[in-house]
């Protein structure tokens, strides 16, 4: 099925309420989400398939921070999903990195990575370079760089497969972010022996596929969708004695 991008931004919105999400988590959560379906990233795939996660991470307190000083921030995402804990982190490290120049946050301990590119967007318009990578537990190993200039809503995207496997046995389930509001931070590869290019997402394939969503509508899967207006008719209140007498037009 199809529907408009305000629609799904909306209904978004309602479903992350009615979850437990405070109305300013709600907003950045259906932000996010939408982002990622209208340029054909599957942001919605990644919310049902994590819905638990999500449903669980919606009343947990908020992430914790290691760790901080003038440049660097480690903070705990207490195994929660981005759409909670991601918000916030950023926002520290824009912070950071608004008065030092560059940045750096790892978010440690956290889930449904993959839908932190569409806050990541949200920094790069206004003014940031940003740089974001994470590793999937996975064989063979793999990482994915996600690469914003400053005011562009377009990311470079790339999946790598990492020749060397580490070592220690630490799991990979966090976030390094730099930002820079005077470098450009767009990632390159070193060297063909030591990365195999598995994946990527160029700036006009992306481009081609949010204008394709706003034309046309955005697919969605009409279960997923029907989860989220479950959650949505959650924010509705029963009519009451009370709530009836206040309807209808003034006299």
Same mark, same amino acid.
């Given at each position: 099925m199809k529907v408009s991008l305000n629609e799904l931004q909306s209904v978004c919105r309602k479903a992350f309420v009615g979850m437990g999400f405070t109305a300013g988590h709600a907003d950045d959560a259906a932000a996010m989400v939408a982002w990622m379906q209208s340029y054909g990233l599957d942001g919605l795939k990644e919310l049902s398939e994590g819905l638990e996660c999500v449903v669980a991470s919606a009343t947990s307190d908020r992430p914790q921070v290691i760790y901080q000083d003038a440049d660097l921030a480690v903070v705990d995402g207490q195994k929660k999903s981005v759409l909670s804990s991601g918000n916030l982190a950023m926002e520290l490290a824009f912070a950071k990195a608004r008065v030092r120049g560059l940045a750096v946050i790892k978010i440690r301990h956290c889930r449904q990575r993959q839908l932190i590119m569409g806050y990541l967007s949200r920094l790069a318009d206004r003014g940031m370079n940003v740089t974001a990578f994470w590793r999937h537990s996975q064989s063979p190993l793999t990482e994915q760089v996600v690469g914003f200039p400053a005011r562009s809503s377009v990311p470079s995207i790339r999946v790598y497969e990492l020749a060397d496997t580490p070592d *220690? /046995?630490? =799991?990979? #389930?966090? $976030? @390094? $972010?730099v930002m820079a509001n005077h470098v450009d931070l767009l =990632? @390159?590869?070193? &060297?063909? #022996?030591?990365? !195999? +290019?598995?994946? !990527?997402? #160029?700036? &006009? /394939?992306? +481009?081609?596929?949010?204008?394709?969503?706003? *034309? *046309?509508? $955005? @697919?969605?899967? =009409? *279960?997923v969708w029907q989860q989220l207006k479950t959650f949505a008719a959650q924010t509705l209140v029963e009519a009451s004695a009370l709530s009836r007498s206040g309807a209808g037009p003034a006299e």
């Open positions: *220690e /046995d630490v =799991p990979n #389930d966090g $976030i @390094t $972010i =990632p @390159t590869v070193r &060297s063909q #022996d030591e990365y !195999k +290019l598995l994946a !990527k997402h #160029d700036e &006009s /394939d992306l +481009l081609a596929a949010r204008h394709q969503a706003l *034309e *046309e509508g $955005i @697919t969605v899967n =009409p *279960e």
